[in-house]
Structure formats: structure tokens, C-alpha cells
């Protein structure tokens, strides 16, 4: 068990269970874009281990960038969200790949999407590492996601809890207390 903070976690996805659906969705994108040189958009902060683990197990050329956004505690109504970081080159027909660490209530892949096809790209997918599907707001298609969890926080491997946490190499949940 771990404490941040005020709160308590346990063990919830071991680290080698995340390495073997990592690998799992490396498979099929190194199936789907053979000679296609994509370019992966990590979303910060929360995908950077995520992403360095993936990109390791890529057998097709592709480029990566990163790119942050306002948190979802930041958006208006109309669920826009607010770009911190960009994506500096040019996307336009190219195919993308959003690689997002977590998809909750799916807002922010949902905003983000129509903003990669303005700028005219070729095709643009979401490799997310997690989903939880019961919270989903919003219609989002995930042609790429590596695990699909029940409706509760957790931490590690790049997920935080008010910013910490991000470093345990395993996922952990939260202790209802
Ligand atoms: P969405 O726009 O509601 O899908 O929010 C997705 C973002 O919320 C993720 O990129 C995470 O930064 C954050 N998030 C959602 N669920 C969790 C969780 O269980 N732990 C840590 N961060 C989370
Ligand atoms: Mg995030």
C-alpha cells in the first residue's frame, strides 16, 4: 500500500501486466501503420511514461511530439480545452496518433480530435493506455486502447494525485475509506 497525500492506494495493475498490454497494443499499431510514418502526439503530463514505453516496441518509422493541455477542471462549456504546449510541425496529411494516458469522461480527446482534422490531416487514431468506460460523456471512438477499468481513481505510471504519484511503475487504486 502507498499513501499520498491524504490518501491511501493499493496495488491494482502490476507493472508487468501493464508491459505485456503495452506490448499487446504495439502489435497491432505496428500492423496498421506499416510505411505510414505517423506522427504520436503524446499528451503531457500524464503520458510520458506510457508513450516511452510504447515507442520502444514501434517497428514502423514514425515521428513524436508532445502536447499539453488545460486539465479538464479548466474547460468551459462548450468543452473546449485550452493548448498549453503545441504541436510545432506540420500535420496536414499525416496520419496521427493521440497517445493519452487515461480516457475518462472523454472530453478532452473530444475537443481535441476536430482540431487535427482543421488542420487537414490524413487520419488521426487515440492509443490510450486506460479507459473508463462507464464514465464516458461523450461519443469518442478508441481504436487503440491498451486496458479498460471500472470508474475509480488510480495512480502510477505516469498518473498522478494532485501531481504526485507519477513515478510507481505499477497502478494503483484508491482505498475507500
Ligand atoms: P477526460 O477529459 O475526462 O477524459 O479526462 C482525462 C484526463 O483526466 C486524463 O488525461 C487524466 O489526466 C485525468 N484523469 C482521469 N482519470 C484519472 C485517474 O483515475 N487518475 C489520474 N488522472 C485521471
Ligand atoms: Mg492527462
Given at each position: 500500500m502507498i499513501t499520498i497525500k491524504d490518501k491511501q492506494f493499493e496495488p491494482f495493475i502490476h507493472h508487468t501486466q501493464i508491459e505485456e498490454r503495452v506490448e499487446k497494443l504495439a502489435e497491432k499499431l505496428n500492423k496498421d501503420?506499416?510505411?505510414?510514418?505517423?506522427?504520436?502526439?503524446?499528451?503531457?503530463n500524464g503520458a510520458f511514461m506510457f508513450a516511452a514505453d510504447l515507442v520502444r516496441k514501434l517497428t514502423f518509422d514514425h515521428e513524436i511530439q508532445f502536447a499539453k493541455f488545460s486539465s479538464y477542471e479548466g474547460?468551459?462549456?462548450?468543452?473546449?480545452?485550452?493548448?498549453?504546449?503545441?504541436?510545432?510541425?506540420?500535420?496536414?496529411d499525416r496520419d496521427i496518433i493521440i497517445v493519452e494516458d487515461i480516457i475518462d469522461t472523454g472530453t478532452t480527446m473530444h475537443s481535441l480530435i476536430p482540431k487535427f482534422i482543421e488542420k487537414g490531416?490524413?487520419?488521426?487514431?487515440?492509443?490510450?493506455?486506460?479507459?473508463?468506460?462507464?464514465?464516458?460523456?461523450?461519443?469518442?471512438?478508441?481504436?487503440?486502447c491498451a486496458m479498460e477499468i471500472p470508474n475509480e481513481f488510480i495512480v502510477g505510471y505516469g498518473l498522478?494525485?494532485?501531481?504526485l504519484g507519477r513515478n510507481y511503475?505499477?497502478?494503483?487504486?484508491?482505498?475507500?475509506?
Open positions: 501503420y506499416q510505411g505510414k510514418n505517423p506522427i504520436l502526439i503524446a499528451i503531457l474547460m468551459d462549456t462548450t468543452g473546449k480545452v485550452k493548448e498549453l504546449i503545441g504541436v510545432s510541425i506540420d500535420v496536414k490531416v490524413r487520419s488521426v487514431e487515440i492509443a490510450t493506455l486506460l479507459m473508463k468506460p462507464g464514465k464516458l460523456r461523450v461519443p469518442l471512438q478508441v481504436k487503440y498522478d494525485y494532485d501531481g511503475k505499477s497502478i494503483y487504486v484508491v482505498k475507500e475509506s
